[in-house]
């Protein structure tokens, strides 16, 4: 799908697709419903899916992945109904795509393309383009000698200048440099991007108690923000409806507050270089004091999703804090006991609709708890002029006592440990006095 078309989704052709998967051995995709996460995956990117086809496989063939037979049969199907384009569930070699290109006479692209499309589609911040763009350039770099068209030349309409004049120069060794230069580029952009918010990131959770929403694509993420805050989220029943991280106060009541930031949604066979080029907008997520794994129960795949899930956390480094499961959608489900599994398997995990707005209320709760830590009623001692610590203190406990001398300010306040940390950790010169 054409860069012009990405840039006014207004203009977007709608493209007729047939869907084509080869299923071989660890399939970890919907037996029951091989194609549905491509039929939806899709629809996203503006495609209209007109027909569907599927081969079961020990090993894929080196030539076109599926059979020479399948492969005529889906030229005979684009043929036979006008089809635009041919998109396979599996990722093809350039070579593999080169080959069924040739026979079946229209454009093919695999399940990572029609996932950096449907990413270059939706981005909007600066930062999601860059790494929507870095991510784009990596998958067609070994895959020039295979494309239909080349990146614009970078000595096109200008004089020849040193170190392009080579008589062996070919245009294909021209568009690598050209990718290599820009992907150079790209990457350097997106590490100062990184480090600024790294920084922001922590300066933020210095401050404050920080809570990321996780899970996979379509879970209910940005519902959920959305009524829970002030947001204003993105929300849509398709898939990678977010694509850029939204930071906003969570007001839990009694004057405590967190900051909670809705991310990306993960999917199955994410591609790696976009997990990895998206390390900057998950950093709230990697960052977090606490995850709040948004889960579909009402899915039928809801298991394997929390299991994409979880990988994608560790790819990234967010496997240290807290985690509490959230299954979301509870008005969706068909049958009660597909809930009952998961509060067996998962006592702590909370029941909700982020929707409807039930059980919001116990999460609220429950987010409370793990930002105070276990409540004590403790004296602590700061000195006067440390007026920021008497401040943080004040607002985040609650004070029974307060006794002042020359120097200092002694208060008896019940207070959560790690509440207590998150001020010790801000610099707060706090003494805790034994009785």
Not at 39 to 67: C, W, Y
Not at 70 to 99: C, H, T, W, Y
Not at 105 to 121: H, P, Q, T, Y
Request: proline share 3%.
């Amino acid at each position: 799908m054409e860069q012009g078309k990405r840039e006014n989704k207004s203009t977007v052709v709608r493209e007729s697709a047939l869907l084509v998967a080869c299923l071989l051995p660890g399939f970890n995709g919907d037996p029951h419903d091989p194609l549905g996460e491509l039929r939806s995956l899709a629809d996203t990117a503006g495609a209209i899916v007109v027909d569907e086809l599927m081969q079961n496989k020990h090993k894929p063939e080196a030539k076109t992945f599926i059979g020479k037979g399948k492969v005529s049969e889906i030229a005979e199907m684009v043929r036979a109904r006008g089809i635009d384009v041919v998109i396979f569930d599996n990722d093809l070699s350039p070579s593999q795509i080169g080959n069924i290109e040739e026979v079946v006479g229209c454009k093919v692209i695999d399940r990572s393309e029609l996932i950096l499309d449907i990413f270059a589609a939706r981005a909007r911040t600066h930062e999601a383009k860059l790494q929507v763009e870095l991510a784009q350039l990596q998958y067609t770099y070994p895959r020039l000698r295979a494309m239909w068209t080349h990146l614009e030349r970078i000595v096109g309409g200008s004089p020849t200048g040193i170190g392009t004049r080579g008589p062996g120069e070919q245009q294909l060794e021209i568009d690598r440099r050209i990718v290599q230069h820009k992907v150079s580029e790209l990457r350097l952009e997106i590490k100062e991007n990184l480090g600024r918010k790294q920084r922001e990131v922590a300066a933020r959770n210095k401050d404050f108690f920080t809570v990321g929403l996780v899970g996979y694509t379509n879970a209910g993420k940005s519902t959920l923000f959305n009524t829970s805050t002030d947001g204003d989220a993105y929300a849509d029943d398709k898939l990678f409806a977010t694509l850029s991280t939204r930071t906003r106060r969570w007001d839990l009541g009694g004057g405590d507050t967190v900051m909670l930031s809705d991310t990306v949604g993960f999917v199955r066979d994410l591609p790696h270089h976009l997990v990895a080029s998206f390390r900057a907008t998950l950093e709230e997520a990697i960052h977090s004091d606490l995850l709040l794994i948004v889960l579909d129960v009402s899915h039928p795949r809801a298991q394997q999703q929390l299991q994409t899930v979880t990988e994608v956390l560790g790819e990234i480094g967010a496997d240290k804090q807290k985690r509490l499961l959230v299954l979301n959608k509870i008005d969706k489900i068909e049958h009660n006991a597909d809930l009952l599994v998961f509060q067996k398997k998962f006592p702590e995990a909370l029941a909700i609709s982020a929707k409807s707005g039930v059980g919001v209320a116990e999460l609220v709760e429950r987010v409370r708890r793990e930002m105070k830590g276990d409540m004590r009623q403790m004296r602590l001692a700061m000195k006067l002029r440390d007026g920021r610590a008497i401040n943080l203190l004040e607002s985040r406990a609650q004070v029974l006592d307060r006794q002042y001398s020359d120097e200092e300010v002694v208060m008896s306040v019940l207070i959560g440990t790690r509440q207590l940390d998150q001020l010790r950790a801000t610099g707060a010169a706090i003494r805790e006095l034994k009785d």
